[in-house]
């Protein structure tokens, strides 16, 4: 049932019960955002592991970041998984008990902070890929210049000794 057409049915309750019921309106809706929030960070978990597998083969050195940052993400679809089961516990507990409410209303709120705070660290992590493969991709550059910086300072010895 929406939670527009429960309210309307709150109205024609007893005051009690229509309390109850409008408590469990708002935490449907609530547990339906929850839901949204973890839909989308499963989509950047997944999106995530799959890019740092395709960067792999081209960071041979940097294997071990590469295995935390898998390691992350494991544990991060783990708790996304684990955090939905017991949204859906919450729901069936939500229409048992009022108390039952309050309690699983205070562990939604922990478990959006654990997802924000997440999904941040994915960002970060994002961010430390860009600058890895920036630094990688450079990394023949740099050698190139310190080959010619060398052959140049061996010239300007050899016409100073010359001079």
């Known amino acids: 049932m929406s939670p527009a057409k429960l309210h309307g049915q709150v109205k024609k309750m ?17 547990l339906e955002e929850m839901r949204s929030q973890f839909k989308v960070v499963v989509e950047l978990a997944i999106t995530t592991r799959d890019k740092v597998t395709e960067l792999s083969s ?3 050195t ?28 919450n729901s069936e507990d939500i229409r048992k ?12 709120r922990k478990n959006s902070e654990d997802i924000r705070k997440n999904s941040e660290d994915i960002e970060a992590m994002r961010v430390e890929l860009r600058q890895l493969r920036a ?9 190139r210049i310190d080959a010619l910086e060398k052959r140049v300072d061996k010239l300007e010895s050899i016409a100073r000794e010359d001079a």
């Open 97 to 108: 008990n009022s108390e039952d409410i309050r309690k699983n209303s205070e562990d939604i």
């Open 135 to 143: 630094d990688f991709d450079r990394r023949e550059e740099r050698m």
């Open 58 to 60: 081209k960071f041979d």
């Open 62 to 89: 940097l294997d071990a970041r590469v295995a935390r940052i898998e390691l992350r993400l494991d544990a991060l679809e783990f708790a996304v998984r684990k955090n939905s089961e017991d949204i859906a516990k």
């Open 14 to 30: 007893a005051p009690k019960t229509a309390a109850l019921a409008e408590v469990i309106a708002n935490h449907n809706v609530l």
